[in-house]
């Protein structure tokens, strides 16, 4: 599955291009956070197996967000958000919340799924596979299809189902010995903290870093030219 570190890379590389030269430090903070809180659904593990990729990966979530930035921003007589923060606080909003979106769940449901519709319908769904075009067999598309647990007789709920996270410790896949070379009588267990699972999502995190810090260390320069400016005129 896709680490916290490959979404929120993605999410900068969003918000980098969506912002241009109006992305600063302090974006990074907010896309960061954003982008990383679906991954802190992990928490409720520990209270009911089958929360992570649903609690937060629900598209509930970002629904409601976005319904309530619009009524506080353009149907709220004074919008509280707007009068503190100004116009780009109302954009960062926005930004933060789409980048949670499409960052932090949408990558999760094409790979291995989420829990679209949590908690009104419990199902976890998986938007994935192929769109090509074929000589012999015209366009294929195999993209929209249920996501069935492991013996293809139900659908994957929260009841049946659960990803293995932080929390888990299984048996390693490494050799079980002591300090004295003899096995254990007890299996050592591991767990895993994923960073980049592909080489794919490997090239994403040193590809936004990159970005990040050149358009960081351009808005800067732009900033410094047009006080420069500013000051000669006056």
């Known amino acids: 599955m896709p680490s916290t570190l490959v979404h929120i890379s993605l999410g900068l590389l969003l918000a ?3 912002l241009g030269d109006r992305f600063t430090g302090r974006h990074v903070l907010i896309v960061a956070g954003a ?4 991954d802190l659904d992990v928490a ?21 967000l976005i319904v309530g930035l619009i009524w506080e921003t353009r149907w709220r007589q004074q919008s509280i958000l707007r009068q503190r923060y100004g116009d780009s606080g ?11 979106f499409a960052a932090g769940i949408v990558p999760d449901l094409v790979v291995g799924g989420v829990n679209v519709f949590y908690p009104f319908h419990d199902a976890f769904m998986t938007v994935d596979g192929r769109l090509l075009y074929s000589t012999d067999r015209g366009w294929v598309q195999t993209f929209i299809e249920p996501s069935a647990s492991p013996d293809a007789t ?9 990803f293995r996270t932080v ?16 096995e254990s009588e007890q299996p050592q267990v591991e767990r895993i903290f994923p960073v980049a699972m592909t080489g794919f999502r490997g090239w994403l995190l040193p590809l936004a870093a990159i970005v990040t810090s050149l358009r960081l260390y351009r808005s800067r320069h732009e900033h410094a030219e047009r006080d420069t400016i500013t000051n000669m005129t006056e």
């Not at 982008?35 to 679906?38: E, I, K, S």
């Not at 139900?154 to 659960?162: A, L, M, P």
């Open 35 to 38: 982008t990383a809180l679906p």
């Open 16 to 18: 980098v291009g969506i």
């Open 90 to 100: 109302v954009e960062m909003s926005f930004v933060a919340v789409g980048c949670m």
């Open 154 to 162: 139900q659908s994957r709920t929260t009841q049946n189902f659960e």
């Open 44 to 64: 409720f593990e520990v209270m009911f197996s089958g929360a992570h990729r649903a609690v937060g990966h629900t598209f509930v979530l970002p629904t409601l």
């Open 167 to 182: 929390i888990d410790a299984e048996p390693t896949l490494g050799a079980d010995t002591d300090s004295g070379g003899v």
